[in-house]
């Protein structure tokens, strides 16, 4: 017990003292905490500060037009910068860090926030950077603290899905690039108001005025005393912190001493509850997995059992069949054997008879008696005459003699020759009967097909799109006609008139139908443009295309007036593009920006210096992985 109570005392003054030495270290400490929350320092920015392609993945023309857009954006929006930035890997993005050994601690939203942090993206927080590790295939969008009242995160992500994830997913990470920094910066444009530094000085300037006034309402003292007041505060503030932490320590050992016994005994019932708790979990899970295997060994015993009754009836059924075929035959080997008997005394009374000749000459009377009766019907047969009607009377003679016996047949003495001729004849009188039924009704149909023709011909000597459903109509009916029909057709010149009127109707309706389809894609696409600007001519070049890509005789049926106002819109379009550059090429002018930023061997990185303006991340944004 005493050896306990010395180790007690022993750790206590151990942690009294350390708990003093840390208060007084941080009372005294002059060090700011670090503004970067994850402690990792990144690599620094190109000079063109605005497309850092550390990957190399991007081409001269791309990273120019990128630069172009991005210091136009700076320069129109009072310091809004949208930052690009390529890696290879997460690994190579780091320079230094604190803490951990490993950079993989570090996930694409820690570096995106560092990176902001550390390039000060952006005038009051008003940025934005799309960081992108091509080995790592992660992307992500990360926004200024003032930025996120405009893009917010789930607006992000959707300029990423909308415009970059295919591409990325298809590994064409340049394109990919290109248009999600273009699509972020439209959508600044479009929803961030160019005078919005204006609303942020205004709070500023009253934040400022209110400072300012209390400051002044606070007593005048000379540098010296402030900083001799500074420092006495700093010191009494770190005496007596150390004494509060001194008791707080104490406290909190007694606290923990008392109430450990306590807390490792409740521990230990909620563990033994909790391994009570899975036991019974596991437990019903068992039952309910062996009820299930029970009620399907039921199911599988009732249809063992279902079947096996159902083979055991039939085989009895079967035994049944058996005796009683067995039954008739011991009744007839007894008639048998009973007949035998008498045969045998017959013969024996009687031994002039030949009772094999009897026997024979009573079957032959039996075929005889049949043959007359099969003779007698068809002796009537022959003698009426063939008639397309009397097919089947003379098939159902021809079958009679047939199924007869050969036995029998030898004794019928009427020609069966006879009747299958008149069955011939009789066929030959039905095809002929419906040969000439069948010319009665086609030249019937093709006389009422030539009126049909006719009428149409005579209303419609001209074929257009007009009149094409009624000639289309006529022509399909006649396109039913078999070619025994259509042979029949009094007037073949007049058919062949109807079909080149028709052809010529179905050429004019195609025609007619491709300028219309063509001024309905032109429409679509001219009803989203109100008045046009350089941003709507791909597509306005694209609505010329559905007209120009019609034949002479289809943009006869296009509506002029919608190709004049297309003109028109292309018109306007080129005229603001040209507004356009030549302002950019003044903007350019005055930054010192070279107007040939398009060409090849050029690059920013070789001209003037960019930077960032100050501005903080704000944590959000959104990544994506593909």
Not at 489 to 511: G, I, R, T, Y
Not at 557 to 580: M, P, S, T
Request: net charge negative.
């Amino acid at each position: 017990m005493k050896l306990t109570s010395r180790k007690s005392r022993r750790v206590t003054v151990m942690v009294l003292i350390l708990v003093m030495v840390s208060c007084i270290l941080t009372a005294c400490s002059t060090e700011p905490e670090n503004k970067n929350p994850y402690n990792v320092t990144v690599i620094d920015a190109t000079s063109d500060f605005y497309v850092n392609d550390f990957a190399g993945i991007l081409s001269e023309d791309q990273k120019s037009d990128m630069m172009a857009l991005a210091v136009d954006l700076d320069s129109e929006y009072s310091g809004i910068q949208v930052v690009v930035t390529t890696v290879e890997s997460f690994e190579k993005t780091v320079v230094s860090y604190e803490g951990n050994t490993s950079t993989n601690v570090y996930d694409i939203e820690q570096l995106s926030y560092a990176m902001y942090d550390q390039y000060g993206i952006g005038q009051n927080d008003m940025g934005i950077l799309i960081f992108f590790s091509v080995g790592d295939r992660e992307v992500r969008i990360e926004t200024g603290y003032q930025m996120q009242t405009y893009i917010t995160d789930q607006k992000s992500g959707q300029l990423l899905d909308n415009y970059g994830m295919e591409y990325f997913r298809n590994d064409q990470f340049a394109d990919g690039l290109v248009a999600v920094q273009a699509a972020t910066i439209n959508e600044i444009k479009n929803v961030v108001p160019a005078n919005w530094a204006s609303f942020i000085d205004a709070e500023e300037t009253v934040t400022e005025q209110e400072t300012a006034n209390q400051e002044t309402s606070k007593p005048a003292d000379s540098s010296e005393e402030k900083k001799e007041n500074d420092s006495n505060g700093g010191m009494l503030f770190g005496l007596f912190g150390s004494i509060g932490a001194m008791f707080a320590a104490v406290g909190a050992f007694i606290y923990n001493f008392f109430t450990g016994k306590k807390k490792r005994e409740a521990e230990a019932k909620a563990h033994a509850a909790e391994l009570q708790r899975k036991d019974d979990e596991h437990r019903k899970e068992l039952a309910a997995v062996q009820g299930a295997h029970k009620a399907k060994i039921d199911q599988v015993a009732r249809k063992y059992n279902s079947d096996m009754a159902a083979k055991k009836q039939e085989i009895d059924s079967l035994r049944g069949q058996l005796t009683m075929e067995s039954n008739r035959h011991n009744d007839t080997r007894r008639e048998l054997s009973a007949l035998e008997e008498k045969f045998q005394r017959v013969q024996t009374l009687h031994p002039e008879f030949d009772f094999n000749q009897e026997v024979i000459d009573m079957i032959e009377g039996e075929f005889k008696a049949s043959a007359k009766e099969v003779d007698d019907k068809l002796s009537q047969v022959v003698t009426i005459a063939a008639d397309k009607d009397r097919i089947e009377f003379f098939t159902r003679a021809k079958e009679m003699f047939y199924a007869a016996k050969p036995e029998v047949r030898k004794y019928i003495t009427t020609d069966v020759k006879t009747i299958e001729g008149l069955l011939s004849e009789s066929v030959s009188l039905k095809q002929e009967f419906d040969r000439v039924e069948k010319e009665k009704q086609d030249k019937a149909v093709a006389l009422a097909m030539h009126n049909k023709i006719e009428q149409a011909y005579n209303e419609h000597p001209v074929g257009s799109y007009r009149n094409y459903a009624v000639l289309l109509e006529v022509y399909s009916l006649f396109n039913r006609l078999t070619q025994a029909q259509r042979g029949y057709m009094p007037d073949v010149l007049l058919v062949s008139k109807f079909q080149k009127v028709f052809e010529a109707a179905q050429a004019d309706h195609d025609n007619y139908e491709a300028a219309k389809e063509a001024e309905k894609s032109v429409k679509s696409i001219i009803s989203r443009i109100g008045s046009a600007d350089e941003d709507d001519r791909d597509d306005l070049a694209r609505a010329k295309k559905f007209y120009t890509g019609l034949s002479t005789a289809e943009k006869a049926y296009f509506d002029k007036g919608l190709y004049n106002k297309l003109l028109q819109l292309i018109r306007d379009a080129e005229q603001d593009h040209e507004d356009q550059e030549r302002r950019r090429r003044q903007r350019r002018q005055q930054s010192s920006y070279s107007s040939s930023h398009r060409s090849s061997t050029s690059s920013f990185s070789s001209r003037s210096s960019f930077s960032g303006r100050g501005g903080r991340p704000s944590g959000g944004g959104a990544s994506r992985r593909f």
